[in-house]
């Protein structure tokens, strides 16, 4: 099965285009940082892995994968 992606080229020196803007950097969470989130709202990260992070927002704990999406350190 072929994927639907058009593979990345590669930016050359003498393009007259700008190179793609790079991805921004990952947030990096540390057990007990309070953090804001769009639909769950407030909490707190009560357990972190390289690829997730585990936060109690009160009536439920929630996983959340990398790269965090709406996920804001306060």
Request: net charge negative; no cysteine.
């Given at each position: 099965m072929k994927s639907?992606?058009?593979?990345?080229r590669k930016h050359l020196a003498t393009?007259?285009?700008?190179?793609?803007?790079?991805?921004?950097?990952?947030?990096?969470?540390?057990?007990?940082?309070?953090v804001s989130h769009d639909k769950y709202g407030l909490g707190r990260v009560i357990e972190v892995s390289p690829d997730a992070v585990i936060v109690d927002f009160g009536p439920s704990r929630v996983r959340i994968t990398a790269p965090y999406p709406k996920l804001i350190k306060l």
């Open positions: 639907s992606r058009a593979p990345q393009s007259p285009f700008k190179p793609p803007a790079e991805p921004p950097p990952v947030e990096v969470f540390d057990l007990d940082d309070r």
